[in-house]
């Protein structure tokens, strides 16, 4: 909570007797305008109330006839801490002395040097170089011990933020030039790790008095003997919101009022629970597991990379009906049927090769491609002739069960006929991946509010509210031997809970008539009303009516806008920025309030560049981000021409 609310809130005007004969506008008109002069801005604000509340100091009511000293700390300090630098003939800061007031009773009792020089100044440390040059530099950012004091810790100078150089390498006498400036910055760094450390310690005021600046400030939780604030401790354990408000809650009197009302009272949930979960699956596909091949099989081959050469057939004769040797081949994937082909036909006297009961060739002495006998001699053997066909068997295969077969009539020494097919099929492993998400419909009803949810063990939402937490990105092996795979997803199971309404109890809608005729009939001179009585009846009724004059309001909060010469002593890993420029000179700008007369306040060496006004700098603003933003995006490395 900011002080300066809780002191508006409880400010007293106190109005002379004269005024009680003047009528209530008047009244408020008078009370107003002694409010506005010192709550007008932010900067009386702070002079008027904050600073001195902060302090321990006295605070007057907005008439001037009362005084007190708010007790919005325990513990007050005009000290809390003071920095003391001195420059070096180098240029660097030879000297800072830090002091602070510890238990805040108003005196320092800790007192230490820094133990490096400073040749550079960020938002959240320091730099410290050779005295007087930018070579061998060092990058320190501020830190609070155990024991609470400040410390320097030594870290890579990225880590920083805001940093640039001070010694005798970009300019000269660049301290005392900007002793105000450098102080606060140095300052701030500092007050900015205390605070940090410390969330209970407010900072009210900062004052320079020469190469000092003095930070005014208090404990606000000193009351209670502590040194850290109760509203910070769900910064580091987010879910204790979720316990602490029901506790709360069960000894609130209005917590409990509305909920014993109709409207808390008046409706029945269920809690629903539900899961969402990746499903990952990995199989290993090897030949067998494609198809499957029985009968008359002669042999089995290989023909290439996961392929296979089936020969079919058998030994015949002359004197009966010729045989047929036949194969059945199941397709258990038909999916991963590469291809299919009947190669080739080879005989000693005939051959003939069927597919699912078609013949589609046949091999021998003559051609054989009916139901019937060949023409021809038979057991006369040697000749073996062998016929190569190119026939597609793959649809078959993939439509289902297929047989392929062969018809051979032989006899003598020559009785072998056969049928050869090869068969590619892709093996392997086959990866897939889904969600099976059975909440889906909970998330879809208006009825349902998530009430819980845990990814993978980590509570993302209890109790209805989310607790900011996320799991880090997991990483499981799925599938054995050699199909193993290794998959890091943001959560693989996700377990949620809904509350949902199932019955809600038939609470009387209020009645909005008269407020929408008040609307619909009224002027800005009229005021129209109709009311009903408990019979039924309506009576409409209109008066005159008027507004109070509101006075006139400032639009804004009249600023200036002013500019100081600045030599460009930013500091980067690459060094100081001006170095590389063509004309490191720059301007620093800055922005004012203006005083009750409507005249600028410019500061030391600064020159105004808007008067007095309701400034709307947004354009200039706009492009500024713009050129920060695309510079940013043409710093790429690359080995290529640009």
């Not at 805040?104 to 320091?126: E, K």
């Not at 204790?240 to 509305?258: E, K, W």
């Not at 909920?259 to 090897?286: D, F, H, L, N, P």
């Not at 309506?538 to 200036?560: H, K, M, N, W, Y």
């Amino acid at each position: 909570m900011r002080p300066w609310r809780c002191l508006a809130a409880s400010t007293i005007v106190l109005l002379p007797a004269a005024l009680q004969d003047q009528s209530v506008e008047e009244r408020a008109r008078t009370a107003a305008s002694a409010s506005r002069a010192k709550t007008g801005t932010s900067d009386v604000l702070l002079d008027t109330y904050v600073t001195p509340a902060m302090s321990g100091e006295a605070v007057t009511t907005i008439d001037g006839s009362k005084s007190f000293t708010p007790a919005i700390a325990c513990q007050k300090s005009a000290k809390l801490l003071e920095v003391l630098i001195q420059p070096a003939a180098t240029g660097d800061i030879g000297l800072v002395r830090i002091s602070r007031d510890t238990d805040m009773d108003g005196t320092f009792d800790s007192s230490s040097n820094l133990p490096v020089p400073v040749s550079g100044i960020c938002a959240n440390g320091l730099l410290s170089c050779d005295p007087g040059t930018w070579s061998h530099c060092r990058a320190f950012r501020w830190d609070v011990d155990a024991a609470k004091d400040l410390k320097l810790t030594e870290v890579q100078m990225p880590e920083l933020a805001g940093c640039y150089c001070v010694n005798a390498s970009c300019g000269s006498n660049l301290v005392f030039g900007n002793l105000a400036t450098v102080l606060k910055d140095l300052g701030g760094g500092m007050v900015g790790a205390l605070t940090t450390a410390f969330p209970a310690i407010g900072v009210a005021e900062a004052r320079i008095n020469g190469p000092v600046i003095d930070y005014v400030g208090a404990l606000t939780t000193s009351c209670t003997g502590g040194d850290t604030a109760a509203e910070t401790a769900y910064r580091k354990n987010p879910t204790a919101i979720g316990g602490d408000a029901f506790a709360l809650s069960s000894s609130n009197s209005v917590f409990q009022a509305l909920q014993g009302s109709a409207a808390g009272s008046g409706k029945a949930e269920v809690t629903r629970s539900c899961t969402i979960e990746r499903e990952i699956t990995v199989r290993s596909w090897s030949f067998d597991d494609v198809l499957g091949v029985s009968g008359a099989v002669q042999s089995v081959t290989s023909c290439g990379t996961d392929c296979r050469r089936y020969r079919i057939g058998g030994d015949g004769n002359c004197s009966d009906v010729p045989p047929l040797f036949s194969a059945t081949i199941d397709t258990h994937a038909p999916d991963r049927i590469v291809s299919a082909r009947v190669v080739g036909l080879g005989a000693d006297d005939w051959v003939q090769g069927r597919v699912n009961g078609q013949i589609i060739g046949s091999a021998g002495k003559r051609p054989w491609l009916t139901d019937g006998l060949p023409t021809g001699d038979c057991r006369q053997g040697g000749s073996d002739p062998y016929v190569p066909l190119d026939i597609d068997i793959a649809p078959a295969l993939k439509a289902g069960s297929t047989t392929v077969a062969a018809r051979v009539r032989g006899g003598g020494d020559g009785r072998q006929g056969y049928i050869d097919i090869e068969i590619t099929a892709k093996t392997g492993c086959d990866v897939s991946e889904r969600l099976i998400d059975l909440c889906a419909a909970n998330a879809a009803d208006d009825t349902c509010r998530l009430y819980n949810e845990s990814d993978d063990g980590v509570a993302t939402v209890v109790n209805g509210v989310g607790t900011g937490l996320r799991p880090l990105a997991g990483t499981r092996l799925f599938g054995t031997g050699a199909c193993t795979f290794q998959f890091a997803r943001d959560f693989f199971s996700r377990e949620r809970q809904y509350r949902c309404i199932v019955d809600s109890a038939a609470l009387p809608e209020p009645d909005l008539s008269r407020g929408a005729y008040v609307i619909d009939h009224s002027t800005k001179t009229l005021l129209a009303d109709r009311q009903t009585a408990s019979d039924g009846t309506a009576t409409t009724s209109t008066r005159p009516f008027s507004l109070p004059d509101r006075g006139s309001v400032p639009t804004c909060e009249a600023i200036c806008k002013t500019r100081a010469p600045r030599a460009n002593t930013d500091a980067a890993p690459a060094g100081v920025v001006g170095a590389r420029q063509n004309d490191p000179a720059g301007y620093d700008t800055f922005y004012h309030v203006c005083d009750s007369a409507n005249a600028c306040p410019p500061g030391p060496g600064e020159e105004i560049v808007s008067a007095c006004g309701c400034l709307d700098d947004f354009p200039e603003a706009v492009v500024m981000m713009q050129t920060v933003r695309l510079a940013g995006a043409d710093m790429v490395c690359t080995s290529a021409a640009r």
